[in-house]
């Protein structure tokens, strides 16, 4: 199985400060057929996760452009550049190149 | 609108078994890959199994591998997973999920199962 590795594993941000969480795989997420198969989902509190990013560094539709991620290989950043209240929660990074993996999550917390 | 909604969790004894259902709208069901996604009480995702559109091409996660098995019915816009031999480490929120761009596009609300004797 890929291991998913995600740091922080919690972060405190100031509302309009920017926010980066990192996702390291333990292989290589690139396919032979070009795509890199790297996501990123945010569950907010009681909600079932949404998609915000796929494909490393695609929005998924309605998703704000504060969110953008970034990477290859193995090597992932989800940045947010102006976090919101609203982007309380846990997110997560996960692999789909083998059998789903997901990351243990990173907290996400407004001071 | 897209709209997954999960059914059939409950209370059940360890070695039981169990049928969640996933009833999907909003989109052309038969056209899309489907998914199983846990979250275990205070936990992260964990994934389960997934089926093509079809409904010829199966997966799961070696946790429940002979155990569970996925199904759907694309005349009735409906995913099962059948659970059998449970287990206590199964207790989790069952979430379906449609396949999209190789994630997780659009999920349903949960259900819970919880296995205790």
């Known amino acids: 199985d890929i291991v998913m590795t995600q740091t922080p594993l919690s972060l405190s941000v100031t509302p309009g400060q920017p926010a980066s969480i990192s996702c390291k795989s333990s292989q290589s997420l690139l396919h032979s057929d070009g795509n890199t198969y790297l996501y990123w989902y945010l569950q907010k509190p009681g909600q079932p996760p949404q998609l915000l990013i796929y494909?490393?560094?695609n929005r998924f539709s309605g998703v704000p452009d504060r969110f953008s991620g970034s990477g290859s290989g193995t090597d992932f950043t989800l940045k947010i550049s102006r976090v919101e209240a609203e982007d309380v929660g846990v997110y997560y990074c996960m692999q789909s190149i083998q059998l789903p993996t997901f990351g243990q999550g990173t907290r996400l917390e407004i001071k | 609108e897209v709209q997954l909604l999960e059914s059939g969790g409950g209370l059940v004894q360890p070695g039981g078994s169990l049928r969640l259902s996933c009833a999907a709208s909003g989109f052309t069901f038969s056209g899309y890959a489907m998914n199983w996604v846990r979250q275990a009480p205070g936990k992260g995702l964990e994934w389960v199994s997934a089926i093509s559109g079809s409904g010829n091409s199966t997966y799961y996660a070696d946790s429940v591998k002979g155990r569970f098995t996925i199904s759907r019915d694309n005349s009735k816009n409906t995913l099962y997973l059948q659970m059998n031999s449970l287990r206590v480490e199964d207790t989790a929120v069952y979430y379906c999920?449609?396949?999209?761009?190789?994630?997780?596009?659009?999920w349903g609300q949960g259900t819970l199962v919880t296995v205790s004797s």
């Open positions: 999920a449609s396949g999209v761009y190789g994630g997780f596009g659009n």
């Open positions: 494909e490393v560094s």
